[in-house]
């Protein structure tokens, strides 16, 4: 008999979960991560160059399949889980996954839903207790394939990992076997793909990265209807994904013997804020010295972060004049500059020239400097250290074992729901109260529901 290898134990693992075996918590964390990640995808609606994709989108194919959020243009399923990971990822401010360092639910929810639409079209209907079981386990296994791993960051987990998280769900939601099962990751596998350059760069190529792959996990779901056979050892095989993409650099045998006992949904965190999660070490920081010391922006003088090689790599990226939104997003130093200049960060910090050169922001930002630790873990966020030293001389620092988001310092509901409720109003067109309030409703009660196909709906604004 041929040796378990680990797509085996994965496969088994989505096939024997019911909702059964899910804890409470996970089930009321999946509630509050659908519906952040709805509000910044609608939100994403006004994200860069959305209008140019939905144009290339809809050259691909024109059967009305599935919905794009808020605006409603109906497209073929893959085509519309490009468009809504896009939006999802665009504005940088989706929830995220610290240990894994990916944000799953972008690339799992936008193909979840527009295959629910497809299925639903074909008379076919699955309840809300059936999305939450799909969408815990495919946060579990797009979350292993960074967890298990130290090696640097190369790849852009957010899709090359996402993509299995997404095709893992549709491949629960389908019923699948577990032979099926681990043909739908070995199509995945063949598909994946995304680099950080386009981070590097800042450019709108990294959330259309994480479109890409979601659209591969309905092709790979498709294949495997088909009966189409893909490689099997997808995870650690000779040329597996942990082997190529993490540079063999893993440990995946104690994750995998706690499958079905620590859930990754539970480790997830919010974005509080627009922009690189990286950066929000030292918004959390600033923000916190100045209640604790009573000074304002206007009393300091200079800024150094020391953190780790993580943040430093991605983030400490210099501050350059006219940045582009993307490029702003992921500077430490400009997301400071926002912080001080305006004493907040949201998505209209960001959008416009005005907003991009002001002079004010550029100010406050050439006073931070970043500094590598010595942090021997090349995928930790924290801990960071802040330090302020005032014009008067004064100097105040702070360590930040957690940043604010994490889910040990999470948003509360009444904060996660008034993210939600901002987000209506930074959409291409207004939503609507009622139609926010019924989303809130909805996705509260969302185990109840016996038809989740509908939600798409309920995204749309009046017209659309």
């Known amino acids: 008999m041929k040796a378990e290898n680990s797509a085996d134990r994965v496969a088994r693992h989505v096939v024997s979960t019911r909702y059964e ?144 998280g997404a095709a893992a769900a549709i491949a629960k939601l389908s019923g699948f076997d577990e032979t099926q099962v681990k043909n739908v990751l070995g199509a995945q596998y063949s598909q994946a793909a995304g680099t950080l350059q386009a981070h590097v760069e800042g450019t709108p190529m990294l959330g259309l990265q994480v479109g890409l792959n979601s659209r591969a996990a309905i092709v790979s779901v498709d294949l495997t209807k088909a009966g189409f056979r893909a490689p099997y050892d997808v995870f650690t095989g000779q040329y597996g994904y942990l082997v190529l993409f993490e540079q063999d650099n893993y440990e995946i045998k104690p994750f995998l013997d706690r499958l079905g006992k620590d859930w990754q949904i539970l480790e997830m965190a919010h974005k509080p804020y627009p922009s690189g999660r990286l950066t929000h070490g030292v918004i959390d920081a600033l923000g916190r010295l100045m209640k604790q010391f009573d000074f304002t922006a206007e009393d300091i003088g200079a800024i150094h972060c020391r953190v780790p090689p993580l943040v430093s790599r991605l983030v400490g990226r210099p501050d350059v004049p006219h940045p582009e939104a993307n490029y702003a997003k992921l500077c430490l130093s400009f997301v400071a500059g926002v912080y001080l200049s305006r004493g907040h960060v949201d998505v209209p910090d960001f959008r416009g020239r005005a907003a991009l050169d002001d002079p004010k922001v550029h100010d406050f930002a050439a006073r931070v400097t970043v500094e590598q630790d010595d942090n021997p873990d090349l995928n930790a966020l924290t801990p960071q250290t802040i330090s302020v030293t005032l014009k008067n001389g004064a100097s105040h620092s702070i360590t930040l074992e957690q940043v604010y988001g994490h889910p040990t310092v999470p948003l509360t509901t009444e904060e996660n729901v008034g993210k939600f409720m901002r987000c209506m109003n930074y959409g291409s067109r207004p939503i609507g109260d009622d139609r926010a309030a019924a989303l809130v409703d909805l996705i509260a009660c969302l185990e109840t529901i016996d038809d989740v196909a509908r939600i798409p709906s309920l995204t749309l604004a009046a017209g659309a």
């Open 21 to 164: 075996d899910l804890p409470a918590e996970a089930v009321e964390k999946v509630k509050t991560f659908l519906l952040d990640t709805i509000g910044v995808g609608i939100a994403g609606t006004s994200g860069a160059q959305i209008e140019e994709l939905k144009t290339v989108a809809r050259s691909w194919g024109d059967k009305p399949e599935a919905t794009v959020w808020l605006t409603g243009e109906k497209m073929a399923a893959q085509s519309a889980a490009i468009v809504n990971a896009y939006q999802i990822h665009c504005l940088e401010f989706d929830c995220v996954h610290e240990g894994a360092v990916l944000h799953p639910m972008a690339t799992i929810l936008s193909a979840v839903f527009a295959w629910l639409e497809r299925e639903a079209a074909e008379g076919r209907h699955y309840s809300g207790r059936d999305l939450i079981t799909a969408l815990v386990l495919g946060v579990d296994v797009s979350c292993m394939l960074g967890v298990v791993t130290d090696a640097p960051l190369r790849f852009f987990r957010p899709a090359t990992a996402g993509g299995f």
